[in-house]
């Protein structure tokens, strides 16, 4: 839950996917899968931006721009591979673990913009990598 009483979880229906959802006073429940479903919704900010872990890994939903995965938000080449993801803060900063190589540690994925031009900084495996991508 978020400061503004916004709500995010899911459901699991017998024989259905995992379905994402928010709740908000203004608007009710609202599905946010829209028949795609394998979302687990961990974490949302004041500005309604939600990290959910599911199919293909950690996805950020924003009002804006519906899913997109983390992974798209790296730049190219990058080798990292998000394996958990635990929560976002009103600074659009995304923290989880990560698999780089061989090694396993922390990431924190700073969102700068979006929905048209997501300008990233990942900090990596011991906070050593910085690595900036505009879109």
Known sequence: MNSNGDVVGWSDRPGDAYRAFLYTDELGLIDLD??????????????QWIVAYGAYGPWLWTPETSWLTLESLLPDGADAQFA??????????????????????????????????PTVVVLGVAGLA???RRR
């Open 34 to 47: 829209l028949g795609t479903g394998n979302r687990a919704p961990v974490d949302i900010n004041d500005n």
């Open 84 to 117: 958990d993801i635990t929560s976002i803060n009103n600074a659009g900063q995304i923290v989880g673990m990560e698999r780089v190589g061989d090694s396993w540690g922390t990431f924190r994925l700073t969102i700068h913009s979006i929905p048209t031009v």
């Open 130 to 132: 910085g690595m900036r």
